[in-house]
T-cell receptor, first 115, second 117 residues
Framework: AQKITQTQPGMFVQEKEAVTLDCTYD???????LFWYKQPSSGEMIFLIY??????QNATEGRYSLNFQKARKSANLVISASQLGDSAMYFC????????????FGKGITLSVRP | GAVVSQHPSWVICKSGTSVKIECRSL??????MFWYRQFPKQSLMLMAT?????????EQGVEKDKFLINHASLTLSTLTVTSAHPEDSSFYIC?????????????FGSGTRLTVV
C-alpha cells in the first residue's frame, strides 16, 4: 500500500529566507505522481507543484521547487524567498496511476513565517 | 481554470438533524468526486469516492448509512450527513480529478465547516 510521510514538527522560517519541507513516500508502483498543496486557515486547498515519477527534471513553479530523489523516495518542497502569506499548512500527496485514482495525503506540516 | 463550487461553506445544525453538502463542477464534467473529512490540524482522510450514475465506494470504517453520497449528474455530487451528532463536527471537502495529457490534476471545493450542537 502507498504511504506518505511528513515527520517535521511545526516549521519556522524568517521572511525572505528559503525553507525545505520534507516528504517521503512508499510505493511499489513504478508510475505515480507527487503533489504539494498549501492549506491556509481558510481551509481551501491550493495546488503548488506536481512531479511525475518518470519526469527527468525536478519540477519548479515560481518560488516553489521540488527536490525529487527517486532512489530515496523523497519529494521535498523548497520555498524560496518566504513571504508572510506562506504561513499555512502544507500537505504532500501521492497518486498512483489508474482510473479514478485517489490522492493519499501526508499528515501535513505547519509553516510559520516570521517578519 | 476548473472550479468546484462547494456549498454551504459553513453550517451549524442541531443534533439529530441532517445536513446536505453540495459540490458542483462549474466548467467541466466531474465523473468522479472524492469526499474528504478533516479534523483541526490533521490530514485529509478520504471518506468515499462517488462516480456519476453509480453507487459510491466508501473507505473502510465510514458508515455509508450516515454519510449518504449521491452523484446524479456530471456536475453535481452531494454528501448528506444523516442524524448528525457532535462527533460529526468537522471540515468536509470535495475534490474532482481532471485528466490531462501530462498529468492528472485535482480541483478542490472550498470546504464546509460543519458544527453539530
Amino acid at each position: 500500500a502507498q504511504k506518505i510521510t511528513q515527520t517535521q514538527p511545526g516549521m519556522f522560517v524568517q521572511e525572505k529566507e528559503a525553507v525545505t519541507l520534507d516528504c517521503t513516500y512508499d510505493t511499489s508502483d513504478p508510475s505515480y505522481g507527487l503533489f504539494w498543496y498549501k492549506q491556509p486557515s481558510s481551509g481551501e486547498m491550493i495546488f503548488l507543484i506536481y512531479q511525475g515519477s518518470y519526469d527527468q527534471q525536478n519540477a519548479t513553479e515560481g518560488r516553489y521547487s521540488l527536490n525529487f530523489q527517486k532512489a530515496r523516495k523523497s519529494a521535498n518542497l523548497v520555498i524560496s524567498a518566504s513571504q508572510l502569506g506562506d504561513s499555512a499548512m502544507y500537505f504532500c500527496a501521492m497518486r498512483l496511476t489508474g482510473a479514478n485514482s485517489k490522492l493519499t495525503f501526508g499528515k501535513g506540516i505547519t509553516l510559520s513565517v516570521r517578519p | 481554470g476548473a472550479v468546484v463550487s462547494q456549498h454551504p461553506s459553513w453550517v451549524i445544525c442541531k443534533s439529530g438533524t441532517s445536513v446536505k453538502i453540495e459540490c458542483r463542477s462549474l466548467d467541466f464534467q466531474a465523473t468522479t468526486m472524492f469526499w474528504y473529512r478533516q479534523f483541526p490540524k490533521q490530514s485529509l482522510m478520504l471518506m468515499a469516492t462517488s462516480n456519476e450514475g453509480s453507487k459510491a465506494t466508501y473507505e473502510q470504517g465510514v458508515e455509508k448509512d450516515k454519510f449518504l453520497i449521491n452523484h446524479a449528474s456530471l456536475t453535481l455530487s452531494t454528501l448528506t450527513v444523516t442524524s448528525a451528532h457532535p462527533e460529526d463536527s468537522s471540515f468536509y471537502i470535495c475534490s474532482a480529478p481532471q485528466y490531462r495529457v501530462l498529468a492528472m490534476r485535482y480541483t478542490f471545493g472550498s470546504g464546509t465547516r460543519l458544527t453539530v450542537v
